[in-house]
Nanobody, 121 residues
Framework: EVQLVESGGGSVQAGGSLRLSCTAS????????MGWFRQAPGKERERVAHIDTRGSTTYADSVKGRFTISRDNAKKTLLLQMNSLQPADTAMYYC???????????????WGQGTQVTVSS
């Protein structure tokens, strides 16, 4: 059974930092594209960033220069370092895994339960 477990969420003031972690089990981790998504109340889910099996990264325009995604294949861990946080970053953050890519982007098959990030002004 594939499991993705996020941690590291919390409440911070604007300008602060948080680091999210996602630990994976039940899959051959280094074969999966890994991503972070977020969803705020009343809004659609947004892909924040993803990292492929070679370590190449892609970011949403809204987080470029502030967030950094990384992975540790030996520990089966995905990280998201979030700096200069803004109230607009407030959302539930989800870790996801994709075995395959497509013309429209990675096809994320597995999802974690999420961790809440709240940024106050």
């Amino acid at each position: 059974e594939v499991q993705l477990v996020e941690s590291g969420g919390g409440s911070v003031q604007a300008g602060g930092s948080l680091r999210l972690s996602c630990t994976a089990s039940g899959l051959t981790y280094d074969r999966y594209i890994m991503g972070w998504f977020r969803q705020a109340p009343g809004k659609e889910r947004e892909r924040v960033a993803h990292i492929d099996t070679r370590g190449s990264t892609t970011y949403a325009d809204s987080v470029k220069g502030r967030f950094t995604i990384s992975r540790d294949n030996a520990k089966k861990t995905l990280l998201l370092q979030m700096n200069s946080l803004q109230p607009a970053d407030t959302a539930m953050y989800y870790c996801a895994a994709a075995r395959y890519n497509s013309a429209l982007g990675p096809r994320f098959d597995y999802w974690g339960q999420g961790t809440q990030v709240t940024v106050s002004s």
